[in-house]
């Protein structure tokens, strides 16, 4: 079974940063596309960014390009989640998510993904 575990989260004022990792075991890492999400208390869960099986490919949700940067260590088995200049809209709990992938790709679709971390919750204060 794999298994997610997402870290990092904190209290940040605006215009701070914070990076989050997302620690991948179970399977093979190197097999999976990841993506990020995140969930504000009263809202669905929203695409954030995704990264392709090698790390070469990435594509970010408009709200945070420029932002945020997502990246992996294949042989960490770790995704992370780069977050500069954050604002109060950003704030929301933090989902990792896996999706099993045969090619080089990524995918922002949220049905898509196979499996999920906790969450963890990124507070950002004005």
């Known amino acids: 079974q794999v298994q997610l575990v997402e870290s990092g989260g904190g209290l940040v004022q605006a215009g701070g940063s914070l990076r989050l990792s997302c620690a991948v075991s179970?399977?093979?890492?190197?097999?999976?596309?990841m993506g990020w999400f995140r969930q504000a208390p009263g809202k669905e869960r929203k695409f954030v960014a995704t990264?392709?099986?090698?790390?070469?490919?990435?594509f970010y949700t408009s709200s945070v390009k420029g932002r945020f940067t997502i990246s992996r260590d294949n042989v960490k088995n770790t995704v992370y989640l780069q977050m500069n200049s954050l604002k109060p809209e950003d704030t929301a709990v933090y989902y990792c998510?896996?999706?099993?992938?045969?090619?080089?790709?990524?995918?922002?679709?949220?049905?898509?993904?196979?499996?999920w971390g906790q969450g963890t919750q990124v507070t950002v204060s004005s």
């Open positions: 998510a896996a999706n099993l992938r045969s090619t080089d790709s990524y995918t922002i679709i949220i049905d898509n993904y196979d499996y």
């Open positions: 179970g399977g093979t890492f190197s097999n999976y596309a």
């Open positions: 990264i392709s099986r090698s790390g070469g490919n990435t």
